[in-house]
Protein backbone atom coordinates (compact mmCIF):
# COMPACT_ATOMS: atom_id res chain seq x y z
CA UNK A 1 0.00 0.00 0.00
CA UNK A 2 1.19 3.31 -0.86
CA UNK A 3 2.70 5.11 2.09
CA UNK A 4 1.28 8.65 3.04
CA UNK A 5 3.32 10.75 5.08
CA UNK A 6 2.49 13.24 7.62
CA UNK A 7 2.42 16.54 7.45
CA UNK A 8 5.07 17.13 9.58
CA UNK A 9 7.62 14.64 7.61
CA UNK A 10 5.88 16.26 3.92
CA UNK A 11 7.44 20.05 6.39
CA UNK A 12 11.17 18.15 5.93
CA UNK A 13 10.72 17.01 2.55
CA UNK A 14 8.56 20.24 1.13
CA UNK A 15 9.52 19.61 -2.96
CA UNK A 16 7.61 16.17 -2.75
CA UNK A 17 4.25 16.41 -4.59
CA UNK A 18 2.24 15.58 -1.75
CA UNK A 19 3.84 18.43 0.44
CA UNK A 20 2.66 20.99 -2.61
CA UNK A 21 -0.80 19.19 -2.53
CA UNK A 22 -1.03 19.25 1.20
CA UNK A 23 -1.26 23.14 1.51
CA UNK A 24 -2.79 23.83 -2.31
CA UNK A 25 -5.95 25.91 -1.20
CA UNK A 26 -4.83 26.38 2.39
CA UNK A 27 -3.51 29.92 1.66
CA UNK A 28 -4.70 32.87 -0.45
CA UNK A 29 -3.54 33.43 -4.10
CA UNK A 30 0.18 34.40 -4.24
CA UNK A 31 -1.12 38.29 -5.53
CA UNK A 32 -3.50 38.39 -2.59
CA UNK A 33 -0.87 36.75 0.36
CA UNK A 34 1.94 39.21 -0.86
CA UNK A 35 -0.57 42.09 0.48
CA UNK A 36 -1.52 39.87 3.68
CA UNK A 37 -0.22 40.00 6.94
CA UNK A 38 0.45 36.07 6.70
CA UNK A 39 2.18 36.74 3.79
CA UNK A 40 4.80 39.19 5.56
CA UNK A 41 6.01 36.23 7.71
CA UNK A 42 6.14 33.48 4.99
CA UNK A 43 8.12 35.96 2.91
CA UNK A 44 10.65 36.51 5.89
CA UNK A 45 10.98 32.64 6.27
CA UNK A 46 11.65 32.54 2.80
CA UNK A 47 14.00 35.14 3.12
CA UNK A 48 15.88 33.08 6.26
CA UNK A 49 15.84 30.07 4.18
CA UNK A 50 17.62 31.79 1.09
CA UNK A 51 19.96 33.76 3.52
CA UNK A 52 20.87 30.14 5.08
CA UNK A 53 21.54 28.65 1.57
CA UNK A 54 24.22 31.16 1.12
CA UNK A 55 25.90 31.25 4.59
CA UNK A 56 29.35 29.53 3.92
CA UNK A 57 29.00 27.01 7.09
CA UNK A 58 25.28 25.46 6.78
CA UNK A 59 24.00 23.87 9.95
CA UNK A 60 20.61 22.05 10.25
CA UNK A 61 18.78 20.91 13.06
CA UNK A 62 16.58 18.00 13.13
CA UNK A 63 13.36 19.71 13.81
CA UNK A 64 11.57 22.22 11.65
CA UNK A 65 10.36 24.92 13.21
CA UNK A 66 6.50 26.67 13.11
CA UNK A 67 3.87 25.00 11.53
CA UNK A 68 4.36 22.07 8.61
CA UNK A 69 1.94 24.48 6.22
CA UNK A 70 4.33 27.71 6.54
CA UNK A 71 7.36 25.65 6.73
CA UNK A 72 6.32 24.42 2.59
CA UNK A 73 5.04 27.61 2.09
CA UNK A 74 8.11 29.48 2.91
CA UNK A 75 9.87 26.90 0.48
CA UNK A 76 7.56 27.40 -2.28
CA UNK A 77 8.11 31.52 -1.68
CA UNK A 78 12.00 31.27 -1.55
CA UNK A 79 12.28 29.87 -4.98
CA UNK A 80 9.91 32.65 -6.47
CA UNK A 81 12.15 34.77 -4.72
CA UNK A 82 15.04 33.28 -6.49
CA UNK A 83 13.37 33.77 -9.82
CA UNK A 84 12.51 36.95 -9.82
CA UNK A 85 16.61 37.78 -8.96
CA UNK A 86 17.31 35.28 -11.60
CA UNK A 87 20.69 34.98 -10.59
CA UNK A 88 22.37 31.50 -11.66
CA UNK A 89 24.69 31.08 -8.72
CA UNK A 90 21.80 32.19 -6.41
CA UNK A 91 19.75 29.20 -7.90
CA UNK A 92 22.13 27.01 -7.38
CA UNK A 93 22.84 27.60 -3.70
CA UNK A 94 19.09 27.20 -3.00
CA UNK A 95 19.26 24.03 -4.54
CA UNK A 96 22.55 22.75 -3.29
CA UNK A 97 21.28 23.86 0.03
CA UNK A 98 17.71 21.93 -0.32
CA UNK A 99 19.31 18.86 -1.56
CA UNK A 100 21.75 18.74 1.78
CA UNK A 101 19.09 19.70 3.48
CA UNK A 102 16.73 16.36 2.51
CA UNK A 103 20.04 14.35 2.77
CA UNK A 104 20.71 15.08 6.75
CA UNK A 105 16.76 14.54 7.27
CA UNK A 106 16.82 11.36 5.81
CA UNK A 107 20.49 10.18 7.68
CA UNK A 108 19.47 11.71 10.46
CA UNK A 109 15.45 10.88 10.48
CA UNK A 110 15.39 8.45 13.44
CA UNK A 111 15.95 11.85 15.61
CA UNK A 112 12.66 13.75 14.15
CA UNK A 113 10.38 11.26 13.08
CA UNK A 114 8.56 9.74 15.82
CA UNK A 115 6.61 7.74 12.35
CA UNK A 116 9.95 6.10 11.82
CA UNK A 117 9.65 2.65 10.85
CA UNK A 118 12.47 0.71 8.75
CA UNK A 119 11.54 -1.35 5.63
CA UNK A 120 13.08 -3.58 2.85
CA UNK A 121 17.44 -3.40 3.15
CA UNK A 122 17.19 -1.36 6.49
CA UNK A 123 15.36 1.72 5.26
CA UNK A 124 12.51 4.04 6.71
CA UNK A 125 8.97 3.50 4.22
CA UNK A 126 9.29 7.60 4.13
CA UNK A 127 13.18 6.85 2.25
CA UNK A 128 11.60 4.66 0.07
CA UNK A 129 8.30 6.45 -1.09
CA UNK A 130 10.89 9.57 -0.99
CA UNK A 131 13.26 7.71 -3.66
CA UNK A 132 10.66 5.96 -5.11
CA UNK A 133 9.11 9.53 -5.94
CA UNK A 134 12.37 10.52 -7.49
CA UNK A 135 12.71 7.29 -9.66
CA UNK A 136 14.82 6.06 -7.92
CA UNK A 137 14.51 2.59 -6.41
CA UNK A 138 16.54 2.53 -2.98
CA UNK A 139 16.66 -1.00 -1.48
CA UNK A 140 18.26 -2.26 -5.14
CA UNK A 141 22.14 -2.25 -5.31
CA UNK A 142 22.56 -1.41 -8.95
CA UNK A 143 21.07 1.74 -11.08
CA UNK A 144 20.81 2.18 -14.69
CA UNK A 145 23.68 3.44 -16.43
CA UNK A 146 22.06 6.64 -17.89
CA UNK A 147 20.61 7.77 -14.27
CA UNK A 148 24.10 7.01 -12.61
CA UNK A 149 25.93 8.69 -15.00
CA UNK A 150 24.13 12.18 -14.86
CA UNK A 151 24.03 11.64 -11.08
CA UNK A 152 27.27 11.60 -10.44
CA UNK A 153 28.65 13.74 -13.08
CA UNK A 154 29.24 17.18 -10.01
CA UNK A 155 30.55 14.63 -7.74
CA UNK A 156 34.64 14.63 -7.73
CA UNK A 157 35.25 11.64 -5.42
CA UNK A 158 37.13 8.91 -6.69
CA UNK A 159 34.86 6.26 -5.75
CA UNK A 160 32.21 7.47 -8.29
CA UNK A 161 34.01 6.88 -11.31
CA UNK A 162 33.06 4.60 -13.79
CA UNK A 163 36.61 3.41 -13.74
CA UNK A 164 36.29 2.22 -10.06
CA UNK A 165 32.88 0.90 -10.40
CA UNK A 166 31.32 -2.31 -11.79
CA UNK A 167 29.17 -2.18 -14.54
CA UNK A 168 27.05 -5.15 -15.82
CA UNK A 169 24.50 -5.66 -18.69
CA UNK A 170 23.43 -1.87 -18.59
CA UNK A 171 23.90 -1.25 -14.71
CA UNK A 172 25.63 0.38 -12.01
CA UNK A 173 26.88 -1.45 -8.86
CA UNK A 174 25.63 0.77 -5.98
CA UNK A 175 26.58 0.42 -2.22
CA UNK A 176 24.33 0.69 0.40
CA UNK A 177 26.21 4.10 1.74
CA UNK A 178 25.92 5.96 -1.22
CA UNK A 179 22.45 5.07 -2.04
CA UNK A 180 21.21 8.40 0.20
CA UNK A 181 24.11 10.44 -1.58
CA UNK A 182 22.69 9.39 -4.57
CA UNK A 183 19.10 10.68 -3.64
CA UNK A 184 20.65 14.13 -3.17
CA UNK A 185 21.75 14.37 -6.00
CA UNK A 186 18.36 13.67 -7.53
CA UNK A 187 16.73 16.41 -5.71
CA UNK A 188 19.30 18.89 -6.24
CA UNK A 189 18.88 17.89 -10.23
CA UNK A 190 15.51 17.77 -9.92
CA UNK A 191 14.84 21.13 -7.99
CA UNK A 192 17.54 22.74 -10.67
CA UNK A 193 15.66 21.86 -13.85
CA UNK A 194 12.66 23.44 -12.10
CA UNK A 195 13.84 26.73 -11.89
CA UNK A 196 13.95 29.42 -12.47
CA UNK A 197 10.35 29.88 -12.48
CA UNK A 198 8.12 32.29 -14.94
CA UNK A 199 6.86 34.14 -12.35
CA UNK A 200 4.66 37.31 -13.61
CA UNK A 201 6.67 40.93 -13.58
CA UNK A 202 3.90 42.14 -11.21
CA UNK A 203 4.62 39.71 -8.55
CA UNK A 204 8.26 40.73 -8.92
CA UNK A 205 7.39 44.09 -8.71
CA UNK A 206 5.55 43.73 -4.89
CA UNK A 207 8.77 41.80 -4.01
CA UNK A 208 11.27 43.87 -5.26
CA UNK A 209 12.45 45.77 -1.98
CA UNK A 210 13.33 42.37 -0.70
CA UNK A 211 15.26 40.72 -4.15
CA UNK A 212 17.39 44.75 -3.97
CA UNK A 213 17.77 43.65 0.09
CA UNK A 214 18.41 39.46 -0.86
CA UNK A 215 20.89 40.84 -3.57
CA UNK A 216 23.15 43.00 -1.55
CA UNK A 217 23.25 40.18 1.46
CA UNK A 218 24.17 37.62 -1.38
CA UNK A 219 26.96 39.89 -2.93
CA UNK A 220 28.65 40.22 0.58
CA UNK A 221 28.82 36.66 1.00
CA UNK A 222 30.69 36.57 -2.47
CA UNK A 223 33.04 39.13 -1.00
CA UNK A 224 33.58 37.64 1.82
CA UNK A 225 34.07 34.27 0.15
CA UNK A 226 36.74 35.76 -2.51
CA UNK A 227 37.04 39.11 -2.33
CA UNK A 228 37.79 41.76 -4.67
CA UNK A 229 39.75 40.06 -7.56
CA UNK A 230 42.95 39.74 -6.56
CA UNK A 231 45.54 39.07 -9.92
CA UNK A 232 48.21 38.16 -7.50
CA UNK A 233 46.88 35.72 -5.70
CA UNK A 234 46.15 33.70 -9.15
CA UNK A 235 47.87 30.09 -9.46
CA UNK A 236 50.35 29.70 -11.77
CA UNK A 237 47.87 27.68 -13.79
CA UNK A 238 45.65 31.22 -14.16
CA UNK A 239 48.67 33.41 -14.44
CA UNK A 240 49.80 31.90 -17.34
CA UNK A 241 46.63 31.61 -19.19
CA UNK A 242 46.13 35.77 -18.78
CA UNK A 243 49.81 35.41 -19.36
CA UNK A 244 49.12 33.90 -22.88
CA UNK A 245 46.45 36.48 -23.93
CA UNK A 246 47.96 39.44 -22.76
CA UNK A 247 50.93 38.02 -25.17
CA UNK A 248 47.73 37.79 -28.15
CA UNK A 249 48.36 33.90 -27.89
CA UNK A 250 45.37 32.14 -28.79
CA UNK A 251 44.27 29.93 -25.99
CA UNK A 252 42.82 26.35 -26.39
CA UNK A 253 39.40 25.50 -25.68
CA UNK A 254 40.43 23.74 -22.57
CA UNK A 255 42.27 27.01 -21.71
CA UNK A 256 39.24 29.68 -22.34
CA UNK A 257 36.89 27.17 -20.32
CA UNK A 258 39.14 26.60 -17.12
CA UNK A 259 39.95 30.54 -17.26
CA UNK A 260 36.36 31.46 -17.97
CA UNK A 261 34.95 29.61 -14.86
CA UNK A 262 37.49 30.39 -12.22
CA UNK A 263 37.47 33.99 -13.20
CA UNK A 264 33.55 33.79 -13.39
CA UNK A 265 33.45 32.11 -9.47
CA UNK A 266 35.65 34.42 -8.11
CA UNK A 267 33.05 37.50 -8.73
CA UNK A 268 34.02 39.23 -11.88
CA UNK A 269 31.36 39.92 -14.39
CA UNK A 270 30.68 38.49 -17.72
CA UNK A 271 31.73 41.73 -19.73
CA UNK A 272 35.07 42.09 -17.88
CA UNK A 273 36.26 38.30 -18.86
CA UNK A 274 34.94 39.16 -22.53
CA UNK A 275 37.14 41.91 -22.73
CA UNK A 276 40.09 39.79 -21.59
CA UNK A 277 39.82 38.16 -24.36
CA UNK A 278 40.04 41.51 -26.45
CA UNK A 279 43.53 40.84 -26.76
CA UNK A 280 43.20 37.31 -28.63
CA UNK A 281 44.43 37.46 -32.50
CA UNK A 282 41.06 35.85 -33.02
CA UNK A 283 38.75 37.92 -31.12
CA UNK A 284 35.14 37.50 -32.22
CA UNK A 285 33.38 40.24 -29.99
CA UNK A 286 29.95 38.61 -30.52
CA UNK A 287 31.08 34.60 -30.32
CA UNK A 288 33.44 35.85 -27.15
CA UNK A 289 30.03 37.07 -25.55
CA UNK A 290 28.22 33.92 -26.25
CA UNK A 291 30.78 31.64 -25.01
CA UNK A 292 31.37 33.43 -22.07
CA UNK A 293 27.48 33.35 -21.40
CA UNK A 294 27.59 29.92 -22.46
CA UNK A 295 29.75 28.80 -19.97
CA UNK A 296 28.84 31.23 -17.04
CA UNK A 297 24.98 29.61 -17.21
CA UNK A 298 23.78 33.04 -18.39
CA UNK A 299 23.46 31.58 -21.80
CA UNK A 300 20.29 29.88 -23.33
CA UNK A 301 21.57 26.17 -21.88
CA UNK A 302 21.64 27.58 -18.14
CA UNK A 303 24.18 25.06 -16.92
CA UNK A 304 26.88 26.94 -15.35
CA UNK A 305 29.87 25.59 -15.07
CA UNK A 306 32.20 24.43 -12.35
CA UNK A 307 36.60 25.16 -12.35
CA UNK A 308 38.69 21.94 -13.42
CA UNK A 309 40.43 20.82 -10.61
CA UNK A 310 44.05 20.54 -10.50
CA UNK A 311 43.74 16.79 -11.66
CA UNK A 312 41.98 17.99 -14.60
CA UNK A 313 44.11 20.92 -15.42
CA UNK A 314 47.12 18.32 -15.68
CA UNK A 315 44.97 16.25 -17.77
CA UNK A 316 44.66 19.41 -20.69
CA UNK A 317 48.33 19.90 -20.28
CA UNK A 318 47.35 23.16 -18.04
CA UNK A 319 48.99 22.86 -14.59
CA UNK A 320 52.10 24.87 -14.90
CA UNK A 321 54.65 26.24 -13.05
CA UNK A 322 53.74 24.72 -10.05
CA UNK A 323 54.90 26.01 -6.64
CA UNK A 324 55.01 24.94 -3.18
CA UNK A 325 51.21 26.09 -2.38
CA UNK A 326 50.29 23.93 -5.75
CA UNK A 327 51.39 20.18 -3.34
CA UNK A 328 49.05 21.49 -0.68
CA UNK A 329 45.83 21.98 -3.10
CA UNK A 330 43.96 20.19 -5.02
CA UNK A 331 41.77 22.99 -7.23
CA UNK A 332 42.66 26.34 -8.69
CA UNK A 333 40.06 28.18 -6.49
CA UNK A 334 41.54 26.14 -3.18
CA UNK A 335 44.78 27.84 -4.22
CA UNK A 336 43.34 31.28 -5.04
CA UNK A 337 41.01 31.26 -1.39
CA UNK A 338 44.47 30.19 0.50
CA UNK A 339 46.97 32.76 -1.07
CA UNK A 340 44.40 35.64 -0.31
CA UNK A 341 44.59 34.68 3.35
CA UNK A 342 48.02 34.25 3.30
CA UNK A 343 48.59 37.91 1.33
CA UNK A 344 46.15 39.63 3.77
CA UNK A 345 47.90 37.99 7.18
CA UNK A 346 51.32 39.85 5.68
CA UNK A 347 49.57 43.25 4.38
CA UNK A 348 48.05 43.10 7.72
CA UNK A 349 50.96 42.65 9.77
CA UNK A 350 52.39 45.99 7.34
CA UNK A 351 50.20 48.23 8.59
CA UNK A 352 47.67 50.02 6.22
CA UNK A 353 50.08 52.08 4.68
CA UNK A 354 51.11 50.34 0.94
CA UNK A 355 49.17 52.03 -1.36
CA UNK A 356 48.13 48.18 -2.75
CA UNK A 357 45.29 48.16 -4.97
CA UNK A 358 43.35 46.01 -6.54
CA UNK A 359 44.69 44.81 -10.05
CA UNK A 360 42.35 43.97 -13.31
CA UNK A 361 43.77 40.94 -14.75
CA UNK A 362 46.10 41.23 -17.27
CA UNK A 363 46.68 45.04 -16.79
CA UNK A 364 50.48 46.89 -16.27
CA UNK A 365 51.62 46.98 -12.63
CA UNK A 366 52.71 50.54 -11.99
CA UNK A 367 56.09 51.04 -10.93
CA UNK A 368 56.38 52.06 -7.24
CA UNK A 369 58.76 55.42 -6.71
CA UNK A 370 61.70 54.80 -4.72
CA UNK A 371 61.22 55.92 -1.28
Known amino acids: MEYSPSAKELSHFPFLKKAQDHVRGRFLSLD???????GEVLIERALVRIQDAITPKKKFSPEVTGSAEDEIAGYALARVVVSCVNDRQLIDRLTRYESERAYFFLVNEEEWNQNYRQEVGEYSRLCVALAEELGIRITLDRMQFADYVELVAPLHDDRFHLINRRVENGFVAIKKEERYELVRERIRLMLRRELPHKVPPSLCEQLAPRVILLKKVYQEQMLQQFGAVEESAFPPCMQ?????????????????FSLTTFLHTIGMDVNGIAELYARSPDFDPERTMYQVEHITGRGGSGTEYTTPACAAMRTTGLCV?????????????????????DQAGKFSKQGSGTGKGTQKPGEEKSPVPPT
Open 240 to 256: ALITALTAGTNLTHAGR
Open 32 to 38: SLLKDQK
Open 321 to 341: HRDSLCEKVSHPLSYYKAKKR
